[in-house]
Nanobody
Framework: QVELVESGGGLVQSGGSLRLSCAAS????????MGWYRQAPGKQRELVAT???????NYADSVKGRFTIFRDNGKNTAYLQMNSLVPEDTAVYYC????????????????WGQGTQVTVSS
């Protein structure tokens, strides 16, 4: 069994910063990519950023230059550093990972975290 635990969300003023963390634990054999998605009220969930196991990052255009994704493979943890936040960044942020477990090490599966709320006030 695998669990993703997110932390770091909260309320911040426009122009402020937050850092989100996503820690994966359980029967993990190997983690491939890790990523962050967000869902604002009344909107579809959208990609924010992803990072591969070798550190290659990909960002949504709306966050390029403001957000940075990085990971600590030794801790099975991904981070999202969010700077210059604006009210449009307000959403529930979800961590996702594709990994193989020790039970099904030949099969890559997707896992989601429970989400963490980020609210940016103007």
């Amino acid at each position: 069994q695998v669990e993703l635990v997110e932390s770091g969300g909260g309320l911040v003023q426009s122009g402020g910063s937050l850092r989100l963390s996503c820690a994966a634990s359980g029967s993990i054999y190997r983690i491939n990519d890790m990523g962050w998605y967000r869902q604002a009220p009344g909107k579809q969930r959208e990609l924010v950023a992803t990072i591969t196991s070798d550190g290659t990052a990909n960002y949504a255009d709306s966050v390029k230059g403001r957000f940075t994704i990085f990971r600590d493979n030794g801790k099975n943890t991904a981070y999202l550093q969010m700077n210059s936040l604006v009210p449009e960044d307000t959403a529930v942020y979800y961590c996702q990972t594709h990994l193989r477990t020790t039970v099904s090490w030949r099969t890559t599966q997707a896992y989601w975290g429970q989400g963490t709320q980020v609210t940016v006030s103007s």
